[in-house]
Nanobody
Framework: QVQLVESGGGLVVPGGSLRLSCAAS????????MSWYRQAPGKERELVAL???????YYADSVKGRFTISRDNAWNLVYLQMNSLKPEDTAVYFC?????????WGQGTQVTVSS
């Protein structure tokens, strides 16, 4: 059974850090482009960071210099290190895997940035 399970979300004060993890099972992430998306209340889901199977990365302008995506293919894990968090980073964060026409989504983990 294919699964993506996110963890690591929570409540953090502005300026704080969180590290999200995404554990994949039922498939091997090494040949997939892995991404993190987020969706804030009342807004569309947006791409935050991507790491393709060639090791190239992409970041949304709003998180450049603050967030870092990484992957551990041996353990089938993907991470999102989030630093200098802002209230506008508050959202549900989703892990995503894509290979050609195959797309997998996780259930999401809530990140709330508030004082």
């Amino acid at each position: 059974q294919v699964q993506l399970v996110e963890s690591g979300g929570g409540l953090v004060v502005p300026g704080g850090s969180l590290r999200l993890s995404c554990a994949a099972s039922g498939f091997t992430i090494s040949s997939y482009a892995m991404s993190w998306y987020r969706q804030a209340p009342g807004k569309e889901r947006e791409l935050v960071a991507l790491n393709n199977d060639g090791g190239n990365t992409y970041y949304a302008d709003s998180v450049k210099g603050r967030f870092t995506i990484s992957r551990d293919n041996a353990w089938n894990l993907v991470y999102l290190q989030m630093n200098s968090l802002k209230p506008e980073d508050t959202a549900v964060y989703f892990c995503n895997a894509v290979q050609r026409n195959t797309i997998y989504w996780g259930q999401g983990t809530q990140v709330t940035v508030s004082s």
